[in-house]
């Protein structure tokens, strides 16, 4: 291969690896792209893994919203429980990528302490049923499109900038840990929930 056929194939590389590790835009950031001619639907960010030390984490959060099945849930149903809380919508295509690794993981630890939880921050109730059963998806997801407050709890504890993010919370409902961008494995939240429940509750 020729050194220019070497860079084009490195370029390529890089390309893919970026797409890879890509998330779908806000919807505010969807915003800004159409008025500024740019319709490609998501915004490319850095996958990043962060773990917050007990010491450093903020304030429990409190939430409250209503599934895609019409149940009131809140907060207060998930203390004592290490809680994965993960921001999508249905057209996010890394949302869909990495559904079944969020649903492997919540598998695993049935019997545990752990609970899973979805915020859907665009779709109404039938698009995000649809969404789990096309997509073997188990546990329930809030529908934040009205208001979007679940998202503005959250973020008041922790940067949400991109979908997906994925949180992990500790018993007490702080943020103990958060995923910015598509999940790459299950191992990578499986080893973020094993670290929550390993802390004294």
Do not use: H
């Not at 698009?127 to 959250?154: C, E, H, M, Q, W």
């Not at 943020?175 to 494995?185: D, F, K, T, Y």
């Amino acid at each position: 291969m020729t050194g220019r056929g070497r860079s084009a194939a490195a370029v390529a590389a890089v390309g893919i690896v970026l797409a890879a590790l890509t998330g779908c835009a806000s919807n505010e950031s969807l915003s800004q792209q159409y008025r500024g001619g740019d319709t490609k639907g998501y915004i490319a960010g850095d996958f990043r893994v962060v773990e917050i030390a007990s010491a450093d984490r903020s304030d429990p959060v409190i939430f409250r919203g209503t599934t895609e099945t019409g149940e009131t849930v809140s907060s207060d149903d998930y203390r004592g429980k290490v809680l994965v809380v993960n921001f999508w919508y249905a057209a996010c295509g890394p949302c869909i990528v990495e559904a079944p690794l969020l649903e492997q993981v919540w598998q695993k630890y049935q019997g545990k302490p752990v609970a899973f939880l979805g915020v859907n921050t665009y779709d109404q109730p039938a698009t995000a049923r649809s969404f789990a059963r096309d997509n073997g998806v188990t546990y329930p997801s809030v529908i934040d499109v009205t208001d979007g407050s679940v998202k503005l709890a959250f973020a008041q504890a922790t940067p949400i900038q991109a979908t997906p993010t994925t949180l992990v919370l500790d018993r007490s409902g702080r943020v103990a840990a958060r995923i910015i961008g598509q999940l790459e494995s299950g191992s990578i939240l499986s080893t973020l929930v094993a670290d929550a429940l390993a802390e004294s509750p």
